[in-house]
């Protein structure tokens, strides 16, 4: 939520949806939306882009990062409108990711958007390898706020200084060394089942900030003071908390699990019993990862504390849920969870993916939550959590989807620079600042890029919304904001009755490319990994894949397309076209039921694999 004008978005053809406007049919398509969430984070980054990005009116941008200090920072994401790099929302963006793709894995693999998940997880944990270059230094953000903000211009022909900003013992930061931490170490876990080399890197470093968070403790704002004015730290003891609860789990070496445990009264654990989870504020995040471990029935000697942790987690599931004895979340009379002013969707996002992931952990255990004004049920969470989400996607009083490009009426003047102007490749010559903002902040003009899946910053108490380019309050979109989305949309998508959707038909003529997903098919594709090994610095991977007839009827003359397949398959017969198979000779139908199974051999993430044809 930067506290600036930043940068916006531009949709073509205005009269058209301004006439069509959005009615509420059905089900809303959680996949669509998912698929467009993953595209937000590419139109975010900074760096080279890579072969196989999809946002095409992006470009290469921030190239000489860090070089001025002497060290490569190049890479990362962009926080908002803006082209600053903050690393605290970054940091809390790809724990979010990494959450959804540990927790929701099932369900982003039959999706086939693990993937992209991971993808987008990478390109933030590369960049923080990087940025950690000693066991104690972490470089904290690359830009300034204040410069930054005025200009008006794409990244691509950014003029404003990349000046880097470090932590070190001398400058601590422990909020924003913990947060990262604790991403590095949800990301080792989300990557353990097809990068084990990459996984045990990543919690190297993991390791190694949170040691330096803890020893040498400080806000990192007084240490970064450019970023004071944008992410102010209300605290790092939360931060210390968490990274130690991500550690544990991906580790699960008691060490970090008595960390939380005997310092639950001195850092606030057990204390703190919150309305609110953000990238600020990670206690509501600590205490229901904690109370898993409870219901799980691990809490063994810890199980006191523990039961303290989960007495606040369901502090904050019934203040959400309005079931407090008063206490509650504040919301506006369309029913969104209204806790700010600037930027206020980013949050119920962040509460509605954690009501999900609590809902998922009570199921497991037949848990139910114990509110002063009434019991509550794993499904009643669920319903809340969708109940959000729905609102976001235009089950509101505008009847507006606040996702950018999903359904037929959304912003279209978002606040957001590389959205508002042509691009690169149409308009070759460089937008100045001041042009920039002569010419094209100022445009009544939808913007000329459609940013797919930026969750904007919303309407206001009383759920009015005003789609204008200056009212960054409304229509900034975040990382922070996004982030929790793909774990929530994946979740509500796996939801009996969801499996399609007939709210959402695609805007016309979008200008930027995606993967749209299949229709519902047949069949259902079961991933795993059943074995690993290494050749040099490479390691490779065995992955089966069970092909299972969900329907009624035989299928016959199936046809799969493959993509991203590095190495060797066997079990499907190729076809003529390319990256195209069939079943083997020996298997001409699949009865009802029943199944068939093939093998292939790469390195990384899973293969995509989609139906073609059928009968």
Known sequence: MVRLPSSYSILPLLASLLALGASIVGAFDYSVALDKTLLFFEAQRSGKLPANQRVKWRGNSGLNDGYAQGVNLVGGYYDAGDHVKFGLPMAFSVTMLSWAAVDFRQELVSLDQ?????????????????????????????????????????????????????????????????????????????????????????????????????????????????????????????????????????????????????????????????????????????QILLTKILLDGAGGAYTSTLQQYRAKADYFTCACLQKNDGYNVPMTPGGLLYLHEWNNLQYPASAAFLLAVYSDYLAKAKGVVKCPDGELQPQDLLNFAKSQADYILGKNPKSLSYLVGYGQNYPVHVHHRGA?????????????????????????????????????????????????????EQTEPTLTGTAPLVGLFSKLHSLPGNSTGSYNQESQKPSIPYHKPQARVPVEFLHSITNTWAVGKETYYRHKVIIKNVSEKPIRELKLHIENLTGSLWGLSPTQEKNTYELPEWLKVLEPGSDCSFVYIQGGAQAKILVQGYH
């Not at 040691?211 to 004015?229: C, E, L, M, V, W």
């Not at 002569?438 to 904007?456: D, F, M, Q, S």
């Open 420 to 472: 508002s102007i042509t691009p690169i490749t149409l308009l070759k010559s460089a937008v100045g600042c001041v042009e920039g903002f002569e010419t094209w902040y100022k445009r009544p003009e939808a913007n000329p890029n459609v940013i797919h899946g930026a969750l904007v910053g919303g309407p206001n108490a009383n759920d009015e919304f005003i789609d204008d380019r200056s009212n960054y």
């Open 114 to 286: 693990m993937g992209h998940t991971l993808r987008a997880i990478k390109w933030g944990t590369d960049y923080f390898i990087k940025a950690h270059s000693q066991p104690y230094v972490l470089w904290g953000q690359v830009g300034d706020g204040v410069s930054d903000h005025c200009c008006w211009e794409r990244a691509e022909d950014m003029t404003t200084p990349r000046m880097a900003y470090k932590l070190d013992p001398e400058h601590p930061g422990s909020d924003l060394a913990g947060e990262t931490a604790a991403a590095l170490a949800a990301a080792s876990l989300a990557f353990k089942p097809y990068d084990s080399a990459y996984s045990s890197l990543l919690l190297v470093h993991a390791k190694q900030l949170f040691s330096f968070a803890n020893r040498f403790r400080g806000f990192y704002d007084d240490s970064i003071g450019s970023a004071k004015q944008f992410y102010t730290s209300t605290g790092y003891s939360d931060e210390l908390l968490w990274a130690a609860t991500w550690l544990h789990r991906a580790t699960n070496d008691d060490y970090y699990l008595k960390y939380v445990v005997d310092n639950c009264v001195s850092l606030g654990g057990t204390g703190w019993a919150v309305k609110e989870f953000s990238w600020d504020n990670k206690y509501a995040g600590v």
